[in-house]
């Protein structure tokens, strides 16, 4: 099969390669599923698990990408609640060879059915983003409706989602962004936009939550603005500064069948909007995930037509 590797953590991005690879075999408890389409998220390039198993050994090449739609091919032993022929999207698990590939071999459980009116790029756009923002908000986050929310890249892949969801259920949403990015932001559901580059962020005032896709300096700063019972929620790493009287989670995003179905269903009946920027063929991914110029929503390499 062909498929995108890397061997060169130093080289980021630059280095990946699209070459031959052996079609996987399914594990107990695996599918092997036939990628239609995979999303790929850049910062993957630096976690440990993109370039050592759960041991600490050398897995290159690996094939990074961790977001997918395709179908069903083959079960392993013992594999339950799926069958070959069915559509299916989700999220792969972070040390095993991922999705920028013609075929992987995934655990059922991280997969949830795809809807036949949801194209196969729609799907492998949802589960980082989608989960990402419903386990901040909900689980972590613990998002009321009344509460206010500020939400870091609000454009953006995550930050998009983030700002529905949190609309949805009754939040007042404050977007932040480049000044380009506001339109985009307001348009998904901020009440609000924060231009990062040119407003003070501290005349937001106090907030009840902070959902963080940033770190750094502007990670720092929000931790001044939370209000005593509010959330600081991070996807970046623990966060440097900790607000007084608030709570400080940072997590990482899992697989929830369940959720997957609940972010798929809003697609579906128009109440939550996908952020794809550029869509491209495997044979050109290299290049796609490599862009010259700031691109806006996520890449989704279309890997079967």
């Keep these: 099969m062909k498929a995108i590797v890397v061997t060169d953590e130093a080289a980021g991005t630059a280095g990946m390669r699209l070459v031959d690879r052996p079609e996987p075999e399914p594990a107990i408890n695996d599918v092997v599923v036939q990628v239609y389409a995979s999303g790929f998220v850049p910062t993957e390039l630096t976690w440990p698990s993109t370039w050592t ?49 013609e075929y992987v071999a995934v655990e059922a459980r991280n997969l949830a059915p795809l809807p036949g009116d949801v194209d196969f ?114 996807v970046v790493g623990p966060p440097e500064v900790r607000p007084a009287d608030a709570l400080t989670i940072d997590f990482v995003v899992t697989s929830d069948r369940a959720q997957l179905g609940e972010i798929v269903q809003r697609v579906r009946d128009g109440r939550l909007l996908t952020n794809i920027g550029r869509v491209a063929d495997l044979d050109d991914a290299v290049a796609a995930l490599n862009p010259t110029e700031r691109t806006t929503g996520k890449t989704i390499i279309r890997v079967r037509s």
């Design 121 to 234: 790029t729609v799907g492998a756009s949802l589960p980082i983003s989608g989960l990402t923002a419903w386990q901040g908000l909900f689980e972590h986050g613990r998002l009321r409706a009344g509460q206010s929310v500020l939400v870091h890249g609000a454009a953006g892949a995550v930050g998009a989602v983030v700002t529905q969801l949190a609309n949805e259920f009754g939040a007042y949403v404050i977007g932040t962004g480049r000044a380009a990015d506001r339109q985009r932001a307001l348009d998904f559901g901020a009440q609000e936009f924060v231009d990062l580059e040119n407003d003070d962020l501290e005349d937001v005032g106090g907030v009840d939550l902070v959902f963080d896709v940033i770190g750094g300096d502007i990670g720092r700063r929000s931790a001044g603005l939370i209000r005593a019972g509010g959330s600081l929620v991070s």
């Design 53 to 101: 198993d759960r041991l600490g050994r050398d897995r290159t090449p690996s094939i990074p990408g961790h977001e997918l739609a395709g179908v069903v091919t083959a079960l392993g032993y013992g594999t339950t609640g799926l069958s070959v022929g069915q559509r299916v999207f989700g999220l792969t698990d972070w040390s095993r060879d991922g999705t920028l590939a």
